[in-house]
């Protein structure tokens, strides 16, 4: 088969995969050198978006499309009818060369499906990272995913080469698994990551000890998985609510110290399972999951704030840091020009940002609505729920109900809310 | 009104403020001009003009936020002319105004300029980092290969932006062509010369092809979201993109795609895999579920290997999801 249709393919194979980030890694460079190539660190590079408003920022591609395993939401599942086809570990290192070197990619996101048995599909990954790195000099970023069921000295190997290593979730519960992915289980996957996390320690620890006692880093001397470990949790394919998909995010921030936990609202794929629903969940549900996960992270809202047992799904029409402020009326007016941090991060319309900035202008001079407006926060949205020197929405006497109405969209509009503005900051930030 | 000429470039302005500052000069009835503006002839006596030598005398220190300095280097390479007056003005309250925390104003409306034009400029330098685009126009003799691109920066990013390209393509020689300034590199140093026409720039790279075939692959049909791609890759990049020219037909395609997916019979067929042996064993069987009151009253008889055992096991509390 031609390289381009492979290509073609295992491009195709792999865009399920919500990931793309480049970030977060340790800085370096190739200045000096006369062989290496690529650098990384810092924020990460969006080379292109694709219609889809997808960021491509790192060649995504499966080493093959076949697979023995049987996951119902997944175009590769053995009993697919999709055409396959196979790279040579040689293909996928040049082409990411070349492409790196023309500079489309900062790298390389490099999964498989599993061909004959775990290891035997993890030496492939891990061989294409091995040659990049050691055979190529390559230092722009490389992302792999693992398989749970893998040897643990092929997840160190890959964990070496890597930038970041991920193993997909997929789903909220084993009961689900059980039913959409008959292979794969939650513990071993939970326990694999588990072990990852314990060598992303070690690993920094040891470092730590380096420096302190002034030992040399040798070049041979890898940074294990410095952006960490990742995984992605299908949404949609299963009647799970969203507090249990939350509450699945919560266990792996909290347990396995994860960077990220992407959502992927499952998409209609050729030649389905019969036993898929027939619709695709509406793609603003993933929008409100990235927003709650962001709420979760970074303003530190519990998953019981955010998706109460009274109301275990997000609501579509308003995003989840409004509802938490609709439900808890009580907490608010906030006064911009007094409350502590942590509360003026609950405030609707506004972000960490903004909270930055506001605490820094006012040990000069005190904030009036005009003053919110120039940080650029939106009025329209945090009028009900703030005070400032000139404002005071006590007496807008306005229910929650009332308000509630007031931001919604009218119903028939609940598929387009995800409109410019939104996805800005969306699925890139999530922030609210 | 006093007439102060400089160079396009922050290092031209910051003598010029530093003098000026120094000499306690106010911004009022001052005129920045950097010959931009197409009076060529200004630039003639600049190269003459005494005050850009540098001073024997030992001027006094005026100390400004190295903060400040930074802001100010990105203001410059922006190219509204404005620029140079409201920089020298918030130069100016820094120091002699003493509005040490006019930085954290971001609410003061010169300030705020500053802010949104430095914005501009990074924003600038981070399309120019994504949107680049090297072909191959062949190697050395001592085999470096040699590339060329031809790019359209907004603001004067050049010679901010091109020790990136040094540092990340070290090992190859490169150009990259821009209208205003160009900048190549050689493995040895960075060289600028002045802009040129996009005639220059090689039209077509063999790995086009194979890039634009990912592009369009990579594209999931059943999610366009044309307005979030066109915020962050405006079309005035597209033209100097290799896979920009899919767009059109990419879009136009998607919603057939997608429906044909939708719409396709679930064929019972399809879904074959009583047919096709796994090959792999099924998953570990579920945990025998642990009954800790049971087990406690059987641990004196137990070895400690079989203890954490049961405890890798147990699932009586929620806690156990959380255990590592
Ligand atoms: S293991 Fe499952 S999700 Fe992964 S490629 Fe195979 S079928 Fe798809």
Known sequence: MELKNKLE???????????????????????????????????????????????????????????????????????????????????????????????????????????????????????????????????GYIHLKTIPEASQELIDQAGEYADRISINIELASQQSLDRLAPEKNMSRTQKAMGGIRTRIETDSERRKADRQSGKRRTKKDRHFAPAGQSTQMIVGADASPDRQ??????????????????????????????????????????????????????????????????APNLDLDIDPKLSWALRSRETFPVDVNQAPRELLLRIPGIGVRSVTRILQIRRWSALRLEDLQKLGISLKKCLPFVITTDHNPARLGLDSDRLRSRFAPGPQQTEFTFTVADAKSSAITGEV | METIRIKPNFESWRMQARKLLVQSVPPEGLLWEDGSSGADSLFGDLENNAFEKPSTTIMPQVRIPRDFMNLAELVACHRVSERWGVLYKVAWRLTHGKERQLLALRIDSDLKRLEDWASAVRRDRHKMKAFVRFRKIGDTETGREQFVAWFEPEHSIVELTAPFFAKRFASMDWSILTPWQCAHWDGQSLQFSPGVSSREAPKEDQLEDYWRSYYAHIFNPARLKLNAMQSEMPKKYW????????????????????????????????????????????????SRSV????????????????????????????LHDRAT
């Open chain 1, 9 to 139: 393919i295992l491009a195709d194979a792999a865009k399920y995969d919500a990931s793309c980030a480049s970030s977060g890694t340790t800085k370096r460079d190739s200045a000096g050198s006369a062989t290496a190539l690529g650098s990384s660190g810092g924020a990460g590079i969006c080379h292109s978006y694709a219609p889809d408003g997808r960021c491509i920022s790192l060649l995504k591609v499966l080493l093959t499309n076949a697979c023995i395993y049987d996951c119902h939401y997944c175009i590769n599942r053995r009993s697919s009818d999709v055409q396959r086809a196979r790279f040579s570990v040689a293909e996928v290192v040049q082409l990411t060369l070349d492409f790196y070197k023309r500079n489309y990619i900062e790298g390389l996101f490099l999964s498989s499906g599993i061909v004959r048995n775990p290891d035997y599909t993890m030496e492939r990954v891990v061989e294409v990272a091995r040659q990049l790195r050691v055979d190529h000099d390559f230092r």
């Open chain 1, 245 to 310: 998909l939350l509450d699945r995010a919560d266990v792996l921030y909290g347990a396995y110290h994860l960077k990220r936990v992407y959502y992927s609202a499952f998409s209609p794929i050729p030649s389905a399972s019969p036993i898929l629903p027939l619709k695709s969940p509406p793609l603003v549900r993933e929008h409100r999951l990235y927003q709650s996960d962001w709420l979760m992270r970074f303003y530190g809202y519990s998953v019981e704030e955010i998706a109460p047992d009274s």
């Open chain 2, 239 to 286: 033209k100097n993109l290799p896979e920009a020219p899919l767009i059109a037909e990419l879009t136009r395609k998607a919603a057939r795609r997608t429906g044909d997916m939708v719409e396709a019979p679930v064929s019972t067929k399809a879904h074959v895999s009583e047919r096709i042996p796994s090959g792999v064993p099924s998953p570990d069987p579920p």
């Open chain 2, 291 to 318: 009954e800790p009151a049971g087990v406690l009253s059987r641990a004196d008889t137990m070895s400690l290997e079989e203890l954490s055992q049961l405890g890798l096991q147990c699932k009586a509390c929620p």
